[in-house]
């Protein structure tokens, strides 16, 4: 931590690595160094990992351990496209999200620091072209979440310019997308269940439901078509929206009994 927080914390990084002490504490990164990337990218993933790091203020240590660790995924999944004849990482997010919590967990770290950092590993890929719909940007915040909002766009741009090519493109998907975050939350629209206009212990009341996964399921669908249309965040119409979904549900259920009955 005291490496990450200096202005160059590659040159302490690549110093460990050479003297074998990563190997020691960490020997899920050295397997970075050497793995030859695809034809997006002009470095292996250990120098590409680095440039992420510096290309962060060593002012965030929490991101700047998610650049850190935001490729560890990579050496894991690489594989060979049989179309292109290049390399491809598929998941590579999702399998890294898991080496950053097994690696944090081993080394201490303290749940609030973990969890979020393990969180931006799995999100920090963003795919954003301007054919997104409200609703698209919608359902990405409420996937990343209002709290790691920032900290996920910053981390996409150091991504990005660590590429090592001409990403002018790239960075301005980025800012356009910030843009319609930033119009979207000033529109003050709902993006998690406990923005709805109906709460859990509500929908028990009016619908005379007992505490359990029902209501979940509820709120779940209420919030979906919430994301879709966020003019459908009243309150009577969402109970009344809810009555339905309860009443499908139901009747899918009944459905699914009486033909398991009738085999």
């Not at 619908?207 to 979940?216: D, M, N, Q, V, Y």
């Amino acid at each position: 931590m005291k490496a990450l927080a200096a202005p160059l914390a590659s040159r302490a990084f690549s110093i460990m690595l050479e003297e074998g002490l990563l190997e020691i504490t960490a020997p899920e990164l050295v397997s970075m160094h050497g793995c030859v990337q695809n034809r997006h990218h002009r470095y292996d993933v250990w120098k590409h990992t680095l440039c992420a790091v510096d290309g962060i203020s060593h002012k965030s240590l929490r991101l700047r351990l998610a650049a850190l660790l935001h490729d560890v995924g990579k050496p894991v999944v690489r594989d060979i496209s049989p179309k292109t004849g290049d390399y491809t990482f598929h998941d590579h997010e999702i399998q890294g999200s898991r080496l950053a919590d097994a690696i944090m967990r081993r080394l201490k770290f303290p749940n609030n620091l973990r969890d979020p950092v393990v969180a931006l590993v799995r999100h920090h890929i963003v795919v954003y072209n301007a054919s997104w719909t409200d609703s698209a940007v919608r359902r990405w915040i409420n996937r990343v979440t209002q709290e790691l909002l920032g900290d996920i766009l910053e981390l996409a741009r150091a991504d990005v310019a660590a590429k090592g090519f001409e990403v002018e493109a790239q960075v301005q998907a980025l800012a356009e997308l910030e843009q319609r975050v930033n119009f979207v939350l000033a529109c003050k629209q709902a993006f998690t269940i406990g923005d709805l206009a109906v709460s859990g212990k509500e929908l028990m009341e009016e619908l005379g439901l007992a505490p359990g996964p029902t209501i979940g399921m509820l709120l779940r669908g209420l919030l979906d078509e919430v994301l879709e249309a966020p003019e459908h965040n009243e309150r009577e119409r969402l109970l009344d929206r809810a009555r339905e979904l309860l009443k499908s549900s139901a009747c899918g259920a009944a459905d699914s009994g009486s033909k398991s009955l009738q085999r």
